[in-house]
């Protein structure tokens, strides 16, 4: 089975910065892309950022230039640097793998996702 934790959440002033971190664990053989979601109350969850094994990234149009996604994929582990945060920021944070294949199915990519943080930016 394949777990992701996700840390670093918690409170900062609007025009701070937090550090997420996600790592996923199990018998991975590989994974296609991982990405940070996000959820505010009486919203939809959305993307922020992702990034594929090969180091491509894609953000959202609301935190491009202020939020970095990068990987460490040795250690199957996702970060988001959020820079500049803005209360409208302020939502649960979700850390997602995408396409992992493991020992058990080595031959199909499932997605798998964390419990979430939660990050709050207050003005």
């Known amino acids: 089975q394949v777990q992701l934790v996700e840390s670093g959440g918690g409170l900062v002033q609007a025009g701070g910065s937090l550090r997420l971190s996600c790592a996923a664990s199990?018998?991975?053989?590989?994974?296609?892309?991982m990405g940070w979601y996000r959820q505010a109350p009486g919203k939809q969850r959305e993307l922020v950022a992702a990034?594929?094994?090969?180091?491509?990234?894609n953000y959202a149009d609301s935190v491009k230039g202020r939020f970095t996604i990068s990987r460490e994929n040795a250690k199957n582990t996702v970060y988001l640097q959020m820079n500049s945060l803005k209360p409208e920021d302020t939502a649960v944070y979700y850390c997602?793998?995408?396409?992992?294949?493991?020992?058990?199915?080595?031959?199909?990519?499932?997605?798998?996702w964390g419990q979430g943080t939660q990050v709050t930016v207050s003005s």
């Open positions: 199990g018998s991975i053989f590989s994974i296609n892309a």
């Open positions: 990034i594929t094994s090969g180091g491509s990234t």
């Open positions: 997602a793998a995408h396409g992992v294949r493991t020992r058990a199915e080595p031959l199909r990519g499932r997605d798998y």
